[in-house]
């Protein structure tokens, strides 16, 4: 297997190539604080132009610098995803308050009002736009079975979803999230039906979506006429790690190198559950050639990969030439110091510690292989 990292900045893309498979691209997409303008697009096309012609997406959550590059890629040129995998937050007992959780985030965020990417244009730009979108949760095989997915695990989603919804209901106003519920309901009836269509495109996808566009630019004014700028910092903060909660962990099935993809997970309460295997149905690697370390190795998502690396392992750190404090963590420079393993980062200028045992930075090329 070889895996390509590109530079993102503070953002993920990762082609992982196999021999007689169709490339697999993990994520593709830069944070609005990283690079920007010019820079940012000059590193779409980068990736673009590196492509095959056939080729599959997973997207391993549904915030906007995993997948603002795919939904550029869609906008402005004819290449598409044969197969797209997607967090399966849809289709399970409560899955309209995921679906809700993730909109209101787009609000509270303004992502709607500012122009920005959101749930539904990648929807719209890549779900209709393919062959076929697959639904990835613990336990299932994906990509002609050879990877298979450690999380998310759904019961855990939807008691924790329903949770939430709950304390907002309390906290925004019930009659407050009464719209933007039945844009939710909507949507996943839109996103389950998508499933099941086996050519993408039968059906007039574009009209449904931009009536919901429209429906949900309507709730962020509503919004803005309740709270003006007085939107609560807690609440998004809690949205946005509810959003990486539910990203797709998976690791090699069949492949001949062990690797660990981690998107940007990273509860440690969740992590014990997979590290654990407490149900019995997908184990770890005891050791893995390369893992992707989670949330461009912030230091709020640390986890300890210790045990499970080698001096001949890898670690890939999409993180680098951000406005916002988010710097890798020290813990991982002085995990890799002990360990000796080496470390592939985006840019360098976001350590916090000292520099790791073997570090390469893929700035200012545009890629690393690994």
């Not at 010019?38 to 779409?44: S, V, Y």
């Not at 979108?133 to 994906?142: A, D, E, L, P, T």
């Not at 030439?321 to 592939?344: L, M, P």
């Amino acid at each position: 297997m070889e895996i390509r990292m590109y530079e993102c900045g503070f953002g993920d893309c990762f082609r992982l190539r196999e021999a007689s498979q169709v490339d697999l691209y993990v994520d593709f997409g830069i944070h609005s604080s990283s690079w920007a303008g010019k820079d940012k697009i000059k590193r779409f096309d980068n990736v673009i132009a590196d492509m095959n012609e056939k080729k599959d997406f997973l997207l391993t959550h549904y915030h906007d610098d995993h997948f603002n590059g795919a939904i550029y890629m869609a906008a402005t040129t004819t290449h598409r995803f044969k197969e797209v995998y997607i967090s399966d937050v849809w289709n399970m007992p409560g899955s309209v308050y995921v679906t809700l959780l993730t909109l209101l985030r787009g609000i509270f965020t303004k992502s709607v009002i500012l122009g920005e990417n959101t749930i539904i244009d990648f929807l719209e730009n890549i779900c209709t736009r393919c062959g076929r979108i697959h639904f990835i949760s613990r336990g299932v095989n994906f990509h002609n079975g050879q990877y298979i997915a450690l999380w998310p695990e759904k019961n855990y989603v939807a008691r924790k979803a329903q949770r939430m919804f709950e304390k907002l209901q309390v906290e925004v106003g019930k009659s407050n999230l009464e719209e933007i519920e039945r844009i939710a309901n909507r949507l996943n009836e839109i996103v389950i039906d998508l499933a099941n269509d086996n050519d993408g495109i039968s059906k007039n996808y574009e009209v449904q979506f931009n009536e919901l566009r429209k429906e949900y630019l309507a709730v962020q004014k509503m919004f803005d006429n309740l709270h003006g700028d007085n939107y609560y910092n807690n609440i998004q903060y809690r949205l946005t790690r509810f959003g990486n909660e539910i990203s797709i962990v998976f690791q090699n099935y069949k492949a001949d190198r062990n690797v660990l993809f981690t998107g940007d997970f990273g509860k440690k309460r969740n992590w014990s559950f997979i590290e654990t295997n407490q149900d019995g149905l997908v184990r770890m690697h005891s050791w893995y050639d390369v893992i992707k370390i989670p949330h461009h190795g912030t230091d709020s998502y640390y986890h300890s990969f210790f045990k499970r690396t080698k001096v001949t392992s890898e670690f890939m750190v999409p993180n680098g030439y951000i406005n916002q404090h988010w710097n890798v963590s020290s813990k991982y420079n002085v995990d890799s110091i002990k360990k000796k393993n080496s470390t592939v980062c985006a840019h360098n200028t976001t350590c916090l510690g000292p520099a790791c045992h073997r570090c390469s930075c893929i700035y200012p090329n545009s890629y690393c292989d690994i």
